[in-house]
């Protein structure tokens, strides 16, 4: 997860630059996208699933593989550590623009494709404390930011 917010109307170019921005004033060696959807394509499908599974900066494997992805509907562990390494309960979803990480979004939960404006779109999201899935709608304003080594 990202320590600082990112502006859900400033395009999916700029959510990934905060993750690389963030990675990078860590020293996390990679580079790093946003876990985010858009109405043409699933959060999921921006990564290789072929690869071995994200882990969170403590060690903890977000699934058992990074192909369960593909179509899981809740994480085996919640996403709030950030990439310093701090645990953070603060946040109750995680924005992503469709109601799970497997489908595209639409326009109406991506706050257009990430470029609403002005922003009185809403974007959705799930709660990945959760083991059951759990829809959340955000508005289109600042969230965190689930980010996912390349």
């Keep these: 997860m990202t320590r600082g917010s990112w ?16 990675a990078r004033n860590t020293n996390t060696p990679g580079s790093f996208k946003a876990l985010l959807s858009t109405s043409t394509a699933s959060a999921i499908s921006r990564f290789d699933t072929t690869k071995a599974p994200w882990i969170r900066p403590d060690g903890m494997p977000l699934l058992a593989t990074a192909k369960g992805f593909v179509s899981a509907t809740y994480l085996d562990v919640a996403p709030g550590v950030l ?30 494709d990430w470029t609403s404006q002005p922003p009185t779109d809403s974007a959705s999201g799930f709660d990945p404390w959760n083991t059951k899935p759990s829809e959340v709608n955000f508005g289109c304003f600042t969230w965190r930011l689930l980010c996912l080594q390349e």
């Excluded at 502006?7 to 963030?22: F, N, P, Q, V, Y």
């Excluded at 390494?85 to 595209?104: C, E, M, Q």
């Design 7 to 22: 502006d859900l109307t400033t395009g999916l170019a700029a959510a990934d630059l905060l993750c690389a921005s963030e």
């Design 83 to 112: 990439i310093d390494g701090t645990l953070d309960r603060t946040f109750t979803a995680i924005v992503v623009g469709a109601p799970d990480l497997h489908s595209p979004g639409t326009l109406a939960s991506t706050c257009n």
